[in-house]
T-cell receptor, first 113, second 114 residues
Framework: TQLLEQSPQFLSIQEGENLTVYCNSS?????LQWYRQEPGEGPVLLVT?????EVKKLKRLTFQFGDARKDSSLHITAAQPGDTGLYLC?????????????FGQGTELSVKP | DTEVTQTPKHLVMGMTNKKSLKCEQH?????MYWYKQKAKKPPELMFV???????INESVPSRFSPECPNSSLLNLHLHALQPEDSALYLC?????????????FGSGTRLTVV
């Protein structure tokens, strides 16, 4: 069974601080995605990383896929209250299992003004 | 159109009721999913439809019955639910049955069973 361990589970910071969220696994994934979810809404896809060592930037968010495609990180620079939400990493199995994604446990981020 | 539309947004039902959740997408995605999500937890996969055929059932109780009438529509029929089934039910779609392309989620149906 493939698992994704996401940390930290909760993060409360002040506006302007930097933070990093980690997703780790002992398994290799064909790709890894990051989603952000606000209360009462569905998750919204932020990025998909596919290649080992890949780095993608989305404004103040930087996503990295580990060289071995077993781990990923999300770094937010100068966090703002609008970044508040539940961040989820999700991995696609190396051998496609009908489109099934493995989700991490999520990181609840609160950015205080 | 890059959205997944779910109706209703909120639903309150008794344990003896029968109701249906609906999901629609017009992105040409050939895989559609039902997920159940409890507060502050990750989504839990229930069903996967690939090319309108049920490909994965994650041992979901029979009181949940999925249906895929065509490539754009996905229904979830509910009957004799329990209070512990109260949750946010999310529909999602992806290209060609490959989750690696990323899902597009709907906004969900907030279900309360009384």
């Amino acid at each position: 069974t493939q698992l994704l361990e996401q940390s930290p589970q909760f993060l409360s910071i002040q506006e302007g601080e930097n933070l990093t969220v980690y997703c780790n696994s002992s398994s290799v994934f064909s790709s890894l995605q990051w989603y952000r979810q606000e209360p009462g809404e569905g998750p919204v896809l932020l990025v998909t990383v596919v290649t080992g060592g890949e780095v993608k930037k989305l404004k103040r968010l930087t996503f990295q896929f580990g060289d071995a495609r077993k781990d990923s990180s999300l770094h937010i620079t100068a966090a703002q209250p609008g970044d508040t939400g539940l961040y989820l990493c999700a991995g696609a199995a190396l051998y496609n299992q009908g489109g099934k994604l493995i989700f991490g446990q999520g990181t609840e981020l609160s950015v205080k003004p | 159109d890059t959205e997944v539309t779910q109706t209703p947004k909120h639903l309150v039902m008794g344990m003896t009721n029968k109701k249906s959740l609906k999901c629609e997408q017009h992105m040409g995605h050939r895989a559609m999913y039902w997920y159940k999500q409890k507060a502050k937890k990750p989504p839990e996969l229930m069903f996967v439809y690939s090319y309108e055929k049920l490909s994965i059932n994650e041992s979901v109780p029979s009181r949940f019955s999925p249906e895929c009438p065509n490539s754009s529509l996905l229904n979830l029929h509910l009957h004799a639910l329990q209070p512990e089934d109260s949750a946010l039910y999310l529909c999602a779609s992806s290209q060609k049955g490959a989750g690696g392309y990323g899902y597009t989620f709907g906004s969900g149906t907030r279900l309360t069973v009384v």
